[in-house]
């Protein structure tokens, strides 16, 4: 059974930080980053392969970065410069030959 578990969600003013971890049971061809808020379908944030490609929504290009360590089978995202509107509960997101998701960790910023 994969596993995906998620750290490093909480409370952070406006232009705050924070950074999320997430570790895989096994390795995955691709990792990273959904978010969702309430009555609104679930959005991707970013996402990586395993040889460094990465992918970024555009409301988060410049503020978010998303990094992996292979060898720990673990992605983060450092999220920067954060804005109310990145209030959500933020996924973290593995795929080898099917998806897997985490439980899911609340990100909230206040104003």
């Known amino acids: 059974q994969v596993q995906l578990v998620e750290s490093g969600g909480g409370l952070v003013q406006a232009g705050g930080s924070l950074r999320l971890s997430c570790g895989a049971s096994?390795?995955?061809?691709?990792m990273g980053w959904y978010r969702q808020t309430p009555g609104k379908q679930r959005e991707l944030v970013a996402g990586?392969?395993?040889?460094?490609?990465?992918n970024y929504a555009g409301f988060v290009k410049g503020r978010f970065t998303i990094s992996r360590d292979n060898a720990k089978n673990t992605v983060y995202l450092q999220m920067s410069s954060l804005k109310p509107e990145d209030t959500a509960v933020y996924y973290c997101?593995?795929?080898?030959?099917?998806?897997?998701w985490g439980q899911g960790t609340q990100v909230t910023v206040s104003s």
């Open positions: 997101w593995g795929v080898k030959l099917r998806a897997y």
């Open positions: 096994e390795s995955m061809n691709l």
């Open positions: 990586m392969t395993e040889a460094g490609n990465t």
